[in-house]
């Protein structure tokens, strides 16, 4: 056994060296390729073949991130806590319901794509648009959200609860007072994986938002996130250093975001609980 123990040990170890290892090859290789061609002319308000900015990207891209989870999140997370906290056990709806999300997080994203060019495309005629595109992200995410808030509620042990009932709380008001902060670090982990599908997604994005690069004047004009700037500045083989600068910029966007998300997670968390 104990033989066994070390050589588990040491592919645990093996495996998360080599991870860790593939990870920083990757991020050094953009950094280098990148850095020297971050100029600013990439910051243009306006884009053209001369500058070939990335600013409207910027700006597409924190348009499509707030409005996808203004739409996904609180679905996700409400149905979350029915899923735990409502639901009783052995509901065929409840089956159904978590048999679907994993279904649905499955499925790869130029189905959703697809998806949403034939519905808000098409069907519904939005034409290519950031609003077509955030519903079409808006689903491709919500699965995610979901498991991820059940999950984060289901770890919330049953004595903090039967306490809160034991003191005379209410359902509704153990669930915001008591479950929800403690809870709260695990729903958030969830919508930062979320921000991170958003951000560098572009299969789903191409068939529903478009790939123009201007700054949309509202939710029904056509945008491109940094992601789709990025595959289409290197699939044009014109620009392949500026598509570099750009996957710079998106790593800072998506950390950036990360770490407000994080920032926010935890001072919602420490006043809940101090509350």
Avoid: C
Avoid at 30 to 37: D, F, M, T
Avoid at 185 to 209: D, K, M, Q, S
Avoid at 234 to 252: F, H, K, M, P
Wanted: aromatic share 10%; hydrophobic share 55%; charged share 10%.
């Amino acid at each position: 056994m104990k033989t066994l123990s070390i050589l588990i040990k040491g592919l645990v170890l093996f495996a998360t060296i080599a991870t860790f290892s593939i990870l920083f090859i990757i991020i050094g290789y953009i950094l280098i390729r990148g850095i020297p061609y971050i100029k600013p002319s990439l910051f243009a308000l306006e884009y053209n073949t001369e500058n070939v900015s990335l600013f409207p990207a910027i700006i597409t891209t924190l348009m499509m991130t707030f409005l996808s989870l203004l739409i996904s999140a609180p679905i996700g997370i409400f149905t979350g806590f029915y899923l735990v906290e409502y639901a009783k056990s052995g509901n065929k709806l409840v089956e159904i319901i978590r048999i679907t999300a994993e279904t649905l997080s499955g499925i790869p994203s130029i189905v959703y794509g697809l998806f949403g060019l034939l519905f808000f495309v098409t069907a519904l005629g939005w034409s290519f648009s950031i609003i077509a595109g955030a519903f079409t992200l808006s689903i491709m995410i919500l699965p995610l959200i979901m498991r991820a808030t059940e999950e984060a509620l289901m770890s919330v042990p049953d004595s903090l609860r039967e306490a809160s009932f034991a003191l005379g709380a209410g359902k509704l008001r153990t669930i915001f007072k008591i479950v929800f902060p403690t809870a709260m670090p695990g729903i958030f982990a969830g919508i930062i994986l979320a921000i991170g599908r958003i951000v560098g997604e572009t299969a789903a994005l191409i068939y529903t938002a478009g790939t123009v690069p201007q700054i949309p004047k509202n939710l029904f004009s056509s945008g491109r996130t940094l992601a789709i700037h990025m595959y289409s500045l290197s699939s044009e083989g014109l620009y392949t250093n500026q598509a570099y600068a750009t996957a710079v910029i998106l790593l800072i966007v998506v950390i950036g975001i990360n770490g407000l998300s994080s920032m926010v997670a935890n001072k919602l968390s420490k006043g809940d609980l101090n509350g």
